[in-house]
C-alpha cells in the first residue's frame, strides 16, 4: 500500500456518485469504504515492538486528533479494560467524584467511612461535632456518664440539623459526661 507523508494513498480512486436529492448515510459510507479496501488486517506478529510509540503517533496525528466522542464511535464498548494494563495510560486524578456513580464504591476500596467524635456533653440542645455534614448519617451517640464510665445509648434522640452539629432539644442533658458520636462520612 502506498504511503505518502505518512498517509495511505490508495492505488486507484475510488468513483463514487451521488445523484442530487440523495440522502448519505453512515452505512452507506461503511459499505463504500469496505467494498473499496476490502478486508484490511494486520497480524500482531508482523509489527516490530515498539512501533507504534508515542513519538510515531505524535508525528502521525495532531494533539486533540482522538476526541472522546471519535472514540467512542471507532472503539467498541468495553474493548479496554484495567487488567489489560491501560489504567497506567490516564494520569492521576483523570476520574473524579463526578464520574463516579453513587454506591458504585463499596467496602476496602472506601478511605475509613465512618468517623468517631469525642466531645464533651452539656444541656439538652446542639453540640459541636467538628467535620459532620446534614448528608452524613448518624450511626450511634453513646453517653459517657463521668462518674461511673458506663455508655448509655441516646442514639435516638439526636439528629443531625447542621454542619457541625448534632441536636438533642428536648432529650437527655448530658452535663459533665462525655458523647461519643459514631457516623458514616457520604
Known amino acids: 500500500m ?5 498517509r495511505y494513498v490508495p492505488k486507484e480512486p475510488v468513483a463514487t456518485s451521488v445523484t442530487s436529492g440523495q440522502t448519505i448515510t453512515r452505512s452507506s459510507v461503511t459499505s463504500t469504504v469496505q467494498n473499496a479496501i476490502g478486508s484490511f488486517k494486520v497480524a500482531e506478529s508482523n509489527l516490530e515492538d515498539n512501533l507504534f510509540d508515542s513519538t ?5 496525528f495532531q494533539a486533540g486528533s482522538f476526541t472522546a466522542s471519535f472514540l467512542l ?13 491501560l489504567r497506567s495510560l ?9 464520574l463516579i456513580e453513587d454506591g458504585s464504591i463499596t467496602g476496602s476500596k472506601i478511605a475509613n467511612p465512618i468517623k468517631v467524635s469525642l466531645i464533651s ?28 464510665g458506663l455508655l448509655t445509648d441516646l442514639s435516638t434522640e439526636f ?24 457516623y458514616i462520612s457520604k
Do not use: Y
Open 73 to 85: 464511535r471507532v472503539v467498541g464498548q468495553s474493548t479496554f479494560s484495567a487488567k489489560s494494563g
Open 121 to 148: 456533653g452539656g444541656a439538652a440542645e446542639n453540640h459541636t461535632v467538628s467535620g459532620i455534614k446534614t448528608n452524613d448519617e448518624l450511626i450511634a451517640v453513646l453517653e459517657q456518664h463521668g462518674t461511673s
Open 159 to 182: 439528629s443531625i440539623k447542621k454542619a457541625d452539629t448534632i441536636d438533642n432539644t428536648g432529650g437527655t442533658a448530658t452535663s459533665s459526661d462525655k458523647l461519643l458520636i459514631f
Open 56 to 60: 510515531l503517533i505524535g508525528r502521525l
Open 90 to 98: 490516564f494520569a492521576s486524578g483523570f476520574v473524579n467524584s463526578d
Open 2 to 6: 502506498p504511503w505518502r507523508n505518512g
